[in-house]
């Protein structure tokens, strides 16, 4: 029995990491006595996944997570003793029993970000825009990945302009700016926001991004039907 | 503070060892609480959040609706610099505002090379790092755990000291506080009137004088009503003790990540070297009834998939295997396990090794710490090879193939032959794994052989005696690295210069503070942490301090000598210790008080008045 969750990470909580939030789950479904299967084995362990990870300081307003249980329970039971245990900036916004049984990471294929970044001089708005969209013009963006591999270094380029499928400017703040942008993510590609921040702080030189006043939140992920965008829980 | 925050937070490791917001951590409202109390453990969150007199005093302080008990921690490196980079001063997790906006700032004193942590947090916070330096609107600065028992070393710096068991005396010294500030407080007024309290030392109301050869010729009050000798505090009946029914869960993986109860006090053994085993005397047991119930309360509460029986050595507990059964009929349906710590070689019950393995199988640990029989006569730890070999005879039958083994080197009248025998017992264990039939050696073997350094500490049978030099450490560890050639067993040993520093923090006297101030100064952190220790620093240190290091480490004492702790009450009588002492020279073994009382001068002691 697959029960499909959404939930928040927000303000100071948004610096406990993946493993973190999933002892967390854990040891809550451990005190709400929800009835989660457990793998077999020596060391069972309950099942249960995260779709697509935020890194480490990013708040997000909608995660995913499915849950395999023992046995069908009421959900609005499920959100209201999840609720009482998990602190307040994590908390289920949603479930259901989903219809598609594949497993949600595989369904996901699109992140939806807000990014606000803080200037170190004032810059007309207007020139800044103009400035990444013609970045955005480009048909390569190239960035390096350095992997480590038993010690050893190894470097790879990846052309990461096809994974960024919209960006859009929507609002100007004192001295920055803030972008919607969407991310592929999953086995289709995956742009992370930071290889997206550093890709754009190394090509437009002309405004100065202030490394320290960058701010990045997940708004949500999407599954891709066709031309449609659809949340996985709406 | 929440914007320069969250800036340093996004560029530090670990952030969320500074958030707080943990599962049953208590946020109150600061401008309705009568009194304030910061509670410090001086190392990195994850090591201070697994201690278990942190949870008790933290739920105790705030049972009360008027007081407020907040955790603070020593920043990691990179934390402090941003820290300091941004001004941002220290806060706690809970409310996340200065340390110094508190009334008091509690240390533990859990081991002597946090030292160098404790002035720096006091200088993170911008409290002033003397004692006499602070003014009325600085925080009380207190200590107080198993190393504030010598507190001298850091007298010049800590307001007043707990001596013994903190839940027992805190919340009188709050009560006191609060009626002093609904009276209009004055530091002074207070630290005379807090130093009439049983168990509580001051400092700046005592001199100590020194002779022409070092050592301390007179140790006397300097203002009326305080008392002479201090008592340590100690709680009577653990049953009706306060015991936290909730533990802060926290987000990062931590030392010990799991729910944690305490099944008694004290140790009856007598083993020589150790300092817990005189200084948490007498034993006392909790009941297993009480247990059971703490243990359900706890799991419910925190979500933990196991609990861990905590004291000096799990396996005397009396009741053990009713307790573990219990425990393990009642939490097996829920997958939760039960964890034994602190084994001994020579009480671990077949049956309950039986019991825990019926969930999980991790590596065993035992500690005979002496190679040789004669040696563990003359530290008194009641082990025998048979013990050992039987208990891991045993382990191995029943599947466990990595066994880890804890030694000492350095203890008072070893010779080479007793550090060889670490060898020649790791070899027997290594055969007794090899030595049985094909089909029942399941697993790779794999032996671990851990060798400390001995620090002599104070109220032990061996405070008089003086440590072994570093070369002296070091020849000893090269003679077992060098006899050992197996890979399958690997050796590892303490650095011998940190076990160096703190034998002289360990039996150090008020002057030794100045050698800790320097060592602050130079840029000693986190001296416990093999990759931030600098002996050169210390070695700076001391030599501006003008501290001779080899009078404190490696002197002999002699039995007249005024030691810098004596002034303290630990219940267990200084006769007692050096009657200990003369029998360790004669290898001559003391058994375990219960099987009789052996006279070490606690009052009102179980063992006492149920086997004399």
């Known amino acids: 029995m697959k029960l499909r969750v959404k939930f928040n990470k927000k303000n100071y909580l948004k610096y406990i990491s993946h493993l973190d939030l999933i002892r967390l789950f854990q040891r809550s479904f451990n005190r709400a006595q929800i009835p989660v299967k457990y793998s077999e084995g020596f060391n069972p362990q309950p099942r249960f996944s995260i779709a697509h990870p935020l890194s480490l300081g990013i708040e997000s307003c909608e995660e995913y997570m499915d849950i395999e249980l023992e046995e069908k329970i009421d959900p609005l039971d499920f959100m209201e003793s999840m609720n009482q245990i998990l602190p307040k900036d994590i908390q289920i916004l949603d479930c259901i029993y989903p219809k598609d049984k594949r497993p949600i990471a595989a369904i996901i294929s699109l992140a939806h970000y807000e990014i606000s970044f803080g200037l170190v001089e004032d810059m007309d708005m207007d020139e800044v825009k103009g400035q990444i969209d013609r970045w955005l013009e480009k048909e390569k963006i190239i960035i390096t990945r350095i992997r480590k591999r038993r010690g050893r270094q190894i470097k790879r380029e990846q052309n990461i302009r096809p994974l960024i499928k919209k960006l859009a400017f929507t609002n100007n703040k004192e001295n920055g700016f803030t972008i919607e942008t969407l991310f592929k993510v999953g086995d289709g590609g995956n742009l992370r926001p930071d290889d997206f921040i550093d890709a754009l702080i190394r090509d437009n030189s002309n405004f100065k991004i202030d490394k320290e006043d960058i701010q990045v939140k997940r708004l949500g992920l999407y599954i891709e039907k066709g031309k449609r965008l659809e949340k996985p829980i709406w | ?612």
């Not at chain 2, 560029?11 to 958030?19: E, F, N, W």
């Open chain 2, 1 to 612: 503070m929440m914007k320069k925050l969250d800036k340093v937070l996004s560029q530090v490791l670990k952030p969320a060892r500074y958030i707080g917001m943990e599962q049953n951590s208590i946020v109150k409202d600061l401008d309705k609480a009568s009194v304030k109390f910061a509670f410090c453990f001086p190392d990195v969150y994850e090591v201070g959040m697994s201690h278990l007199g942190l949870h008790i005093l933290y739920n105790l302080i705030n049972e009360r609706e008027d007081y407020v008990c907040e955790r603070v921690f020593s920043p990691w490196v990179d934390m402090e610099e941003k820290m300091r980079e941004e001004k941002l001063p220290l806060f706690t997790l809970e409310n996340k505002v200065p340390v110094k906006d508190f009334d008091f700032l509690g240390f533990t004193f859990q081991y002597e090379m946090s030292y160098t942590n404790i002035l720096n947090i006091l200088d993170l916070a911008g409290i002033p790092l003397y004692s006499k330096e602070r003014t009325d609107t600085d925080p009380l600065v207190i200590g107080g755990g198993p190393c504030a028992y010598n507190p001298e070393p850091m007298a010049d710096f800590i307001d007043f000291f707990v001596i013994g068991e903190g839940e027992e005396v805190v919340l009188e010294i709050l009560d006191l506080y609060k009626k002093h500030k609904d009276q209009g407080f004055n530091r002074e007024d207070f630290l005379l009137d807090v130093a009439k309290i049983k168990g509580i030392y001051v400092p700046r109301f005592y001199k100590t004088s020194y002779k022409e050869d070092g050592t301390i010729k007179e140790m006397e009050a300097i203002v009326a009503d305080v008392p002479e000798k201090i008592e340590k505090r100690m709680v009577k009946d653990l049953d009706q003790m306060f015991a936290p029914e909730k533990m802060i869960v926290p987000y990062i993986e931590t030392v010990h990540d799991r729910a944690v109860m305490e099944i008694f006090r004290g140790c009856t053994h007598g083993c020589r070297f150790c300092q817990a085993g005189m200084i948490y005397r007498p034993i006392r047991e909790r009941s297993p009834e009480r247990l059971i119930d703490l243990a359900t309360k706890l799991i419910e509460s925190t979500g933990y998939e196991n609990v861990s029986l905590s004291s000096l050595s799990s396996c005397d507990y009396t009741q053990l295997e009713f307790l573990v059964s219990s425990l393990m009929e009642k939490f097996e349906k829920d997958k939760t396990g039960v964890s034994l710590p602190s084994l001994r070689v020579d009480s671990v019950s077949i049956d309950i090794l039986k019991e825990i393995e019926r969930v999980r199988k991790t590596g065993l640990t035992f500690a005979p710490e002496a190679g040789s029989q004669r040696l563990r006569n003359v530290i008194n730890k009641g082990v025998s090879e048979e013990d050992l070999t039987t208990a891991v005879s045993y382990a191995f039958k029943e599947g466990w193939s990595r066994i880890k083994l804890y030694f000492m080197i350095g203890l008072p009248t070893e010779t080479d032959e007793d550090v060889l025998g670490i060898k020649d017992l790791a070899y027997k264990v290594k055969d007794l794994f090899f030595n049985r039939p094909r089909e029942e050696k399941k697993g790779s073997f794999k032996l671990t052989v851990s060798a400390s350094c001995f620090i002599p500490k104070p109220f032990t049978p061996f405070q008089w005696v003086g440590q072994n030099s570093i070369e002296e450490f070091k020849r000893k560890a090269y003679l077992i690295n060098d006899n050992i050639r197996d890979r399958r067993i690997s050796f590892n040993y303490h650095s011998p210069e940190v076990s160096y520093i703190e034998a002289i923090i360990s039996r150090g006297d008020r002057r030794v503070g100045q050698a800790i101030y320097k060592a602050w100064q130079l840029g000693c952190r986190f001296d416990g942490w093999s990759e931030h220790f600098d002996f050169d620093k210390w070695l700076q240190a001391l030599d501006e301090a003008n501290i001779d290091g080899d009078f404190y480490a490696l002197r002999n004492r002699s039995f007249e000598e005024i030691l810098p702790w004596d002034f303290i009450d630990p219940g267990v009588s200084k006769k007692y210790l050096f009657r200990e002492f003369k029998k360790s020279l004669k290898e001559i073994v003391t058994r375990d008080c219960r099987l009789g009382c052996t006279a070490c001068g606690i009052k009102d002691c179980a063992m006492r008045g149920v086997f004399n």
